[in-house]
């Protein structure tokens, strides 16, 4: 991409361009576009409506992983899992990344299926996402009638390993079933938008509807009734925080059917022409890998620019992904999901803070994602990406404060039940956990729409793009996963290495973005074209 180039000269060659597969025949997928003459205000008006809940899969998915992110590192230290290798049970995430998103961002730039290129991919990945959320939530249950201890779970803290091995196998299926939906979800705004909108519109539509899946999902996750209402859900293996999780999950399965069946209904996809599919690559699933690298050795020197940005920005945020509501928990209110009956309850109240930390972070992340096409239009989307990667260090450096301060002087066997949090150090956890969703809508929204605009310069399918993109994102993830045990191991700190290697790379991310990234803005390039679909 030309350094500084916001828009195409030539609109017409633009809209062919940004919608076109990936053997540059076929329109992205059929999106609706309208006459350009002015008098269709109107008509814009109800495409963009139409366009935000034909996105509302992304919701219902956000909810569920909310959950996950909240609620799930914790619960897998009740089943017996280290906080040392807490991490390890994450790995699944950068391998699903690379293995399923090329895979099925291959395979949804050529689907010919009717309901078209997206959507089925997106309906097969819900349904296995709400299989393996009952699995995990029911993973205590399952583990007791394949051997775990018969004792009650309000007497028992010891290893539960059959729980432990189905709460894995259900985590890994919810990682690849998220991998299925989100890669296609994204392609599919990607499609829609680019006729009218452009791709900053698209995914900051994308980036809302992720916030308002974390504001309910959080909610969720902090409730600490479920168990109350729905009595049924304890067990003699499943008590009170688990009975809680599980109640959470049911509501994630109803909530992901609804906004599914919305997507499925409103997103106005047409079936790719089987002669317009690209079938000069044989070979099925290694052509995938194939064409995935020969995309990977002819992509321009800007791309591999914004992939290695994009890497190190989410080196400096799996640290906080992985560990936020653990942090709340154990540095700032002294708890220990290991420990005695009265530490447990002190790390869930934790915990639960934590989630509606989150929940926070999802309001400012919402809010931010109304101003992020403003933004990037009026000062360019690397000068965004620099500040908000600044913004990320400067959290960070205060959580690695406020978690040495929180823990100085402090020592388990001393307690003596003066556990629970310092309420100044509890109020500033909450206030960087709200500030922190700022950046995260960066995060969200503006590399996705970065690459979209370089890959359709280079003509390339946005499936594939995403796909190539997502590369950038579980190699760092996976790094992430392997070392974060080792440094806590070695630090015996918890949390507080992690952040403080975090907030170093954002600080670093901030830099190269400025020095790096081409100078998008992120608005439609595209003139409307007459006709209809």
Partial sequence: ???????????????????????????????????????????SFRRIVRLFFACMVAGGIQ??????????????????ISHSYVSLTWICGPIAGFVVQPIVGYYSDRCTMKMGRRRPFILVGCLIICISVMLIGFSADI????????????????????????????????????????????AMMADLSAGHHGPNVGQSIFSLWMAIGSVLGYLSGANGKWHEWFPSLKTAACCDACANLKGAFFTAVLLIVISMTVTMYLADEMPLDKNDVDTSSGGGGCAVFVDLFKSLKNLP??????????????????????????WMGREIYHGDPQGTAAMADVYDAGVREGAMGLLFCSLA????????PKLCRKLTSKVVWSISSFLVFALMAVMVVVGMVSMRGYRPSLAAGLTGPDPTLKAVALAVFTFIGIPQAVLFSVPWAVASE?????????????????????VPQLVIALTAGPIDGAFNKGNTPAFGI???FAFICGVLALIWLPKTRGVSNAAVVAGGH
């Fill in 365 to 372: 992340l919402g809010v931010t994602s109304f101003v992020i």
């Fill in 143 to 186: 583990g007791r009638h394949l051997g775990d201890t018969k004792e009650h779970c309000s007497m028992y803290t010891g290893p539960r390993w059959s729980a432990a091995m189905v709460y894995i196998v259900g985590f890994w299926f919810l990682d690849f079933a998220n991998n299925t939906v989100q890669g296609p979800a994204r």
């Fill in 502 to 504: 975090g907030g170093a």
């Fill in 301 to 326: 020197p800007t791309m591999f620019k914004v992939l290695a940005v994009t890497a190190i920005t989410w080196l400096s945020w799996f640290p906080f992904i992985q560990y936020n509501t653990d």
């Fill in 1 to 43: 991409m030309e350094e500084g180039r916001g828009d195409y000269k030539d609109s017409t060659v633009g809209w062919t361009t940004l919608s076109s597969s990936l053997d540059g025949k076929q329109q992205a997928n059929g999106s609706v576009v309208g006459n350009g003459d002015g008098a269709g205000d109107g008509k």
């Fill in 63 to 80: 909810y569920g992983w909310a959950l996950q992110l909240s609620l799930l590192s914790p619960y897998s230290q009740t089943l017996g």
């Fill in 454 to 474: 370089v890959t359709a310069e280079e003509g390339g399918g946005q499936g594939l793009a995403i796909g190539v993109l997502n590369i950038a994102i579980v």
